[in-house]
């Protein structure tokens, strides 16, 4: 017997102690070793599951995301032009109000400067009509102080009156 071929007793003691090795194993070793595996296949499965279903969830918020962004553009453009609208309007308001006002500022002044005009007419017009007065009455002085024209002024007076 040599060192490579082994004797008939030695392979029956060998072949019985690997069954026994074997057996122990398949028994004990294996179911949880192959249980173990399985766990970790459904794990594993499990996982690329929820990455999967995650990742079509992402896809889904993604796009909704872009929706509420679309809808949030939308929203500022109208509320640009509503503001847009709005100011218009205002200023327009405030414009016409400003017109309005300017033009009763300019008739209440209008007025107010032929009240002034018909005031200074009156006024100088008494006015002409006393230094008309007191250059009659000094003309009349003057020409009364004669006691012929104070009679020549009677008799007209008179004819004046009579007719």
Not at 65 to 74: H, T
Not at 76 to 81: G, R
Not at 82 to 107: C, F, L, M, Y
């Amino acid at each position: 017997m040599g060192l490579l071929t082994p004797s008939g007793g030695l392979l029956f003691w060998m072949t019985i102690a690997f069954a026994v090795v074997f057996f122990v194993l398949a028994k004990f070793a294996f179911p949880a070793i192959l249980g173990s595996v399985e766990k970790r296949e459904n794990y594993i499965d499990t996982q690329l599951d929820a990455a999967r279903a995650a990742e079509i969830r992402i896809a889904g918020i993604e796009e909704e995301g872009k929706k509420i962004i679309a809808d949030a553009e939308r929203e500022k453009v109208n509320i640009l032009k509503d503001a847009a609208a709005s100011r218009d309007k205002i200023v327009g308001d405030a414009q016409q109000t400003a017109q309005e006002e300017a033009a009763r500022i300019i008739a209440e002044a209008k007025k107010l400067a032929n009240e002034e005009k018909e005031a200074i007419l009156a006024s100088a017009r008494g006015e002409v009509a006393m230094i008309a007065m007191q250059m009659a009455t000094k003309v009349l002085r003057g020409q009364l102080d004669d006691e012929q024209a104070q009679k020549t002024l009677q008799e007209i007076l008179a004819g004046e009156v009579k007719s």
